[in-house]
């Protein structure tokens, strides 16, 4: 009877000490029906596609960072009121491995928003998932605060004169010369881009911004360049919905607001 006692004892134990399952497990994903909209780039079928309230964003599971990030903003969006702490998380709907806010503790980088917290004001919901670590790229804290943020301005700005604006923006790899943070690995982009377009009565314009990870503090104006230049460079198509054209060049004058 003893022996039966000790035997069944130990195979309680052996349960309760079974290890937790580690966190770059990725269980099966569900399949996501993607939105149609000017805003979203062509993308792969393997791509980790999430769609959000206020944004739809690809993530990467080696750079541990957004591929990129679209969103189509509205005038009445962009004059949205709601204040709301941020508390950067991850994200729920996404898939391991992903990023942490350990991984950017201390490591001299930010937390660069790629869709803005700024342009979630119009709902609590989007104001909590632009804060999911999907949005999220390690940003120079002086072109966060500098270029990034002016660029951001003058799109809530385009948004309330032309009457929305579509926008979708991301991380470039070329160098790698910034290496990575954090235990997970998380890669700092060498540089962003961000492009535009807006919808007039004699067709869709756009422009796009190229900068680097770096101390930048200067004119949105300084940083851009045709749709298709950025095109090039990161080899996907920004815009499918916009004919080639509209994507060749820009006219300053239609974004300096």
Known sequence: ?????????????????????????????LPVKVPEGVELP????????????????SYNHTTLVPDWVAWELTAEE????????????????????????????????DKGHMAPHADMKWSHKALIESNYF???????RQMNAGTWRKI??????LARHYGSVYVVCGPIFDEHRHGTIGGAGVAVPDKFFKALAISTSEGFRTVAFVMDNT???????????????????????????VDEAAE?????KEWNY
């Open 1 to 29: 009877m003893n022996r039966i006692i000790i035997i069944l004892a130990s195979l309680i134990l052996c349960c309760g000490c079974r290890p937790r399952a580690q966190e770059t497990l990725q269980p099966r994903q």
């Open 42 to 57: 062509e993308y792969a079928q393997d791509e980790d596609i999430v769609v959000h309230s206020g944004y739809t964003a």
């Open 78 to 109: 962009a004059q949205g009121t709601i204040e709301q702490q941020r508390q950067f998380s991850r994200d729920p709907e996404v898939r391991f491995p992903k990023a942490s806010r350990e991984d950017y503790s201390n490591s001299g980088w």
């Open 134 to 140: 999907t949005n999220i790229c390690p940003q120079d």
């Open 152 to 157: 951001e301005e003058l799109t809530r700005r």
């Open 215 to 241: 101390p930048q503090n200067r004119s949105p104006r300084t940083y851009a360049v045709s749709v298709d230049s950025v095109e090039e460079l990161i080899g996907r198509n920004l815009f499918p919905m």
């Open 248 to 252: 060749m060049d820009f006219d300053w």
